[in-house]
């Protein structure tokens, strides 16, 4: 499933043969199993150097460097003392995000680019010129580390072997695509440059609008998605029968899974007694026959998850595969609030946390992605505090601010390319700076397209010099209450798809502007499904109606 961050769905999962190289050993360490390694470090197993793809402990990169795992092969060690070659100096690969976090990977160099920016990525005047007998470049074909293709008159090596071969051209394509030195290096041009190898990246980006079809068999039978919050308590909204479940909503997370209270990090779910365990179980099966995907959300507003340690991630690993594997659910929900997130002073780099309940919650998070393998679901649903938050304070860089502020950047930035969708939570937020340097307000159409922006764009993270870079637009839905009830900054069906046609279309935006118009963003979420049938289904309806409307990518 994800490729994500890309993950982008349909890619090619198989291990592709590595072509191994000679590369120098010298100066790489010895592979350790009790030693914790961040995204891009390097170390040599058995006469071989890998470079972590994110952070590892104990899976050896010999037994864990195949496409998607935690270590990338960069060659078989000559045992020559001169440095190793640009390609493996190089800083840690990008996550996709889509780069899944992924293809399924690991951290971004602080270098990248964000959609903003006019960097050209035209070739080096020292590209040495002369025509390439290498194959011509095809997204989706398999890759491998240190494989050559041309590609707009030039010649590339790939880098990140996933990368390489996802099926996301206008992510990865090289020389072209909007990230594609994530997953390539220039080596030469072919003689024949093509005026879009020179494009700036922001143009590459804007321009290719369309989004791999295979996308939108990630996650529903429909592109223009509406997920949807099916809650297991009544809260003055009633309970309603999964199967009753409106057909207008393509995703549904089933509320909640929490803590147990018996051992660290242990997670449970008990239905509630209003409903019939066989009963529920097969209204699953049905709503998956019908295309939905229906997932366990974990956490809440009353379930505070903390994994400080590597017990309490194997315990929610070991508890969250036996709820997955009784109920048969599709994927996963992360919905950490209150205080289940924050980085420790100093941990001042999103790519590589250093905070154990941040780091265990990315190693549980791959550990059950890697189980599960490419149709599982992962989505998150932070709140704007733990996400947009992150621009003007981050947490692990100031003393004075709260330390969760944008503490679930690390965790989404890891993960992003098995990421399907992330549903910032749009609604019971205090004001938020955008990327405008403006303060904006929940409730109307102005707040949703500057929290959307920011993550289509990437932004700075507050006292670092890093940019959290940008996600896929088919990962981003708006998160929104159903009415009045369901939440603080409830917004109108009006103002919504005002703040839908501006950011998809460019059409009727007042005050803030986005960078582009983001013609493939994924739709919508909300909290919850049961306050929606409580207010007569206007949001489901009303907003079904408006997302099959517009076009598919």
Same mark, same amino acid.
């Given at each position: ?5 890309? +993950? ?8 592709? =043969? ?7 050993? +010298? ?7 009790? $030693?914790?390694?961040?995204? !891009? ?61 992924? &293809? ?12 903003? =920016? ?16 290498? =194959? ?6 398999? @890759? =491998? ?26 992510? @990865? ?22 005026? /879009? ?25 429909? @592109?223009?998605?509406?997920? !949807? ?35 660290? !990090?242990?997670?449970? %779910? ?16 049905? #709503? ?10 974990? !956490? ?85 505090? %733990? ?9 692990? $860089? ?22 399907? *969708? ?15 340097? #403006?303060?904006? @307000? ?14 289509? $764009? ?8 890093? $940019?959290?870079? &940008? ?18 900054? %409830? ?13 998809? #279309? ?24 049961? *306050? ?7 949001? /489901? #309806? ?12």
């Amino acid at each position: 499933m994800k490729q994500s961050l890309f +993950a982008v769905a349909g890619l090619c999962l198989a291990a592709a =043969s590595v072509q191994s190289h000679a590369i120098s050993c +010298a100066g790489i360490p010895q592979w350790n199993s009790s $030693t914790a390694y961040g995204g !891009g470090s390097q170390v040599q197993e058995a006469g071989k150097a890998y470079k972590a793809n994110w952070w590892s402990q104990g899976h050896s990169p010999a037994s864990y460097s195949s496409q998607w795992q935690e270590w990338a092969l960069l060659g078989t060690c000559d045992g020559a003392s001169s440095s190793a070659p640009s390609s493996v100096r190089s800083s840690s690969a990008p996550s996709s995000i889509v780069p899944s976090s992924s &293809a399924r990977s690991s951290s971004a160099p602080s270098s990248i680019p964000s959609s903003r =920016s006019s960097s050209s990525v035209a070739p080096s005047s020292s590209s040495v010129g002369g025509n390439c007998a290498s =194959s011509q470049y095809v997204a989706g074909t398999a @890759y =491998s580390v240190g494989q050559l293709v041309k590609n707009a008159g030039n010649e590339y090596r790939c880098t990140v072997a996933g990368w390489c071969s996802s099926t996301a051209e206008w992510a @990865y394509a090289p020389g072209t695509g909007a990230h594609w030195q994530m997953a390539w290096e220039l080596v030469r041009s072919c003689g024949v440059v093509s005026s /879009s190898s020179a494009m700036p990246s922001s143009v590459a980006s804007s321009s290719r609008s369309s989004v791999s079809s295979s996308v939108s068999s990630v996650g529903t039978s429909r @592109y223009r998605i509406i997920s !949807g919050y099916w809650h297991n308590f009544n809260n003055g909204s009633g309970v309603i029968p999964l199967d009753q479940v409106s057909d207008a909503y393509d995703a549904i997370n089933v509320s909640f899974a929490e803590p147990t209270g018996r051992a660290p !990090g242990e997670i449970g %779910f008990v239905l509630d007694p209003a409903f019939n365990m066989a009963a529920f179980k097969a209204a699953i099966k049905s #709503k998956q026959a019908a295309g939905k995907k229906v997932i366990i959300s974990i !956490g809440g507003a009353n379930g505070q998850v903390q994994l400080p340690t590597a017990a309490a991630r194997a315990n929610f690993v070991n508890s969250m595969k036996a709820i997955i594997d009784e109920y048969g659910f599709d994927g996963l929900d992360v919905d950490f609030e209150g205080h289940s997130l924050f980085l420790n002073s100093g941990d001042n780099d999103f790519r590589n946390p250093t905070t154990p309940v941040i780091v265990n919650l990315i190693g549980a998070l791959q550990d059950l992605t890697n189980h599960y393998g490419d149709k599982f679901v992962l989505t998150m649903a932070p709140e704007t505090f %733990f996400v947009q938050l992150g621009y003007s304070f981050y947490g692990g $860089t100031c003393s004075s601010c709260d330390t969760r502020a944008g503490a679930y950047l690390p965790v989404i930035y890891a993960m992003r390319d098995k990421l399907d *969708w992330l549903q910032v939570q749009n609604y019971n937020s205090g004001a938020i700076m955008g990327t405008d340097n #403006k303060y904006h @307000y929940m409730g109307g159409a102005d707040f949703h397209v500057a929290m959307i922006d920011m993550l289509l $764009t990437g932004f700075k993270v507050a006292g670092t010099n890093l $940019t959290f870079p &940008a996600l896929r637009q088919d990962q981003v839905l708006i998160g929104l209450p159903a009415n009045v009830n369901a939440g603080g900054g %409830f917004t109108s069906v009006a103002d919504v798809q005002s703040a839908m046609n501006c950011l998809i #279309k460019a059409q009727g935006c007042t005050t803030y502007q986005p960078a582009a118009a983001w013609s493939n963003l994924r739709g919508l979420m909300t909290w919850s499904i049961n *306050w929606d049938q409580f207010n007569n289904f206007e949001f /489901s #309806k009303n907003h079904r109606q408006y997302l099959d409307q517009l076009p598919t990518p």
